[in-house]
């Protein structure tokens, strides 16, 4: 698909992921959606776990990245992949990832200019969020990522949860859509959550930052064409 559109900051959109317990084998003669138990239900973002000699996925394809799927797959023997359970973060009001490499200074005396090499690769993802109760005070809300939580419901019920020290899939949207024509364009990475907070100002809205560091996973950008009808 071949045209040009101008993202604007309503076609973001923030999704946190987690692969499904069940992990799907391919044979070589199954499609995704018979592996997967029915039409439908092998369409989705698949995290590849294994890649047999023989692979339906690109070589370039990593085991631990995702392929997004129709369903129509065909998976050849030893590819095993499990389906990305997806949670909207529905208090995010905005993302911004930054990246950078490490700058090493290798000027000598008969420079005249400074010279120098490049290292690692470094990410920095900031996660924008309005406070919103019901959302972010639930277990796998913003604040119930980073504080233990304690509920006590109308009826007396008490739920206390506390957030888990593990990394989270992370889904950022720069153009979320289903519409055949379109494209669906993202950045995946895994990554832990470094800093947040809560507070609130006069006069503003209730907003708080999540800043979000790599780790596992290394980040990927992913374009899909939505194909016609």
Same mark, same amino acid.
């Given at each position: ?5 101008? $993202? ?12 499904? @317990?069940?992990?799907?084998?391919? #044979?070589?003669?199954?499609?995704? #959606? ?14 590849? @776990? ?5 692979? !339906? !996925? ?26 990305? $359970?997806?949670?909207?973060?529905? #208090? ?25 090499? !490049? ?12 406070? @919103? ?68 100002? $006069? ?27």
């Amino acid at each position: 698909m071949n045209h040009e559109y101008e $993202l604007i900051g309503d076609d973001c959109q923030v999704v946190t992921a987690e692969p499904d @317990t069940t992990e799907l084998t391919g #044979d070589g003669t199954q499609t995704l #959606d018979a592996l997967a138990g029915g039409a439908g239900n092998g369409k989705g973002l698949f995290l590849v @776990t294994a890649k047999g000699a023989t692979s !339906f !996925f690109p070589a370039a394809l990593n085991v631990g990245e995702i392929m997004p799927c129709d369903g129509s797959e065909v998976l050849g023997a030893g590819d095993t992949v499990r389906k990305m $359970l997806l949670e909207v973060m529905g #208090d995010a009001s905005g993302w911004n990832a930054s990246v950078s490499r490490a700058e090493v200074g290798v000027t000598r005396l008969c420079h005249k200019w400074n010279k120098y090499r !490049f290292g690692k690769s470094d990410m920095t993802l900031t996660i924008s969020s309005i406070t @919103t109760l019901g959302v972010s005070d639930k277990a796998e809300g913003t604040l119930g990522r980073t504080f233990k939580l304690f509920k006590k419901e109308a009826d007396g019920t008490i739920t206390i949860s506390t957030p888990e020290d593990k990394p989270v899939y992370f889904i950022g949207y720069i153009r979320e859509t289903d519409l055949p024509g379109e494209t669906n364009a993202f950045i995946f990475a895994q990554i832990m959550i470094s800093a947040s907070g809560v507070g609130g100002s $006069l006069g503003s809205a209730q907003s708080h930052d999540l800043a979000c560091r790599l780790t596992g996973q290394d980040p990927v950008f992913y374009s899909i064409d939505i194909p016609m009808p």
